[in-house]
């Protein structure tokens, strides 16, 4: 194994780094996502985009360290 993924899901946005075998960081990615108050005091989320903001920061990570996920 190359690269290690590390997907982090924070509140406000999803992350994902990727260390090579040393433990250095290759690359990073982040993404936001919507943030919905349906009255106060309250925070909804919707889990598809949750979903599909994980997945992209993964691939944004693969693309800018140049590596393929089998790597």
């Not at 993924?5 to 992350?15: A, C, E, P, Y």
């Not at 919507?34 to 925070?43: A, E, H, K, M, N």
């Not at 989320?45 to 800018?64: F, G, K, N, W, Y």
């Amino acid at each position: 194994m190359k690269y290690i993924l590390s997907l982090d899901q924070g509140t406000t946005s999803s992350r994902a780094i990727l260390f090579d075998h040393a433990g250095a960081i290759v690359a990073t990615a982040q993404q936001e996502f919507q943030q919905i108050y349906p009255q106060q005091g309250w925070v909804e989320h919707d889990p598809t985009e949750i979903l599909t903001s994980q997945m992209s920061c993964a691939v944004q990570a693969l693309v800018r360290a140049g590596v393929e996920a089998h790597d």
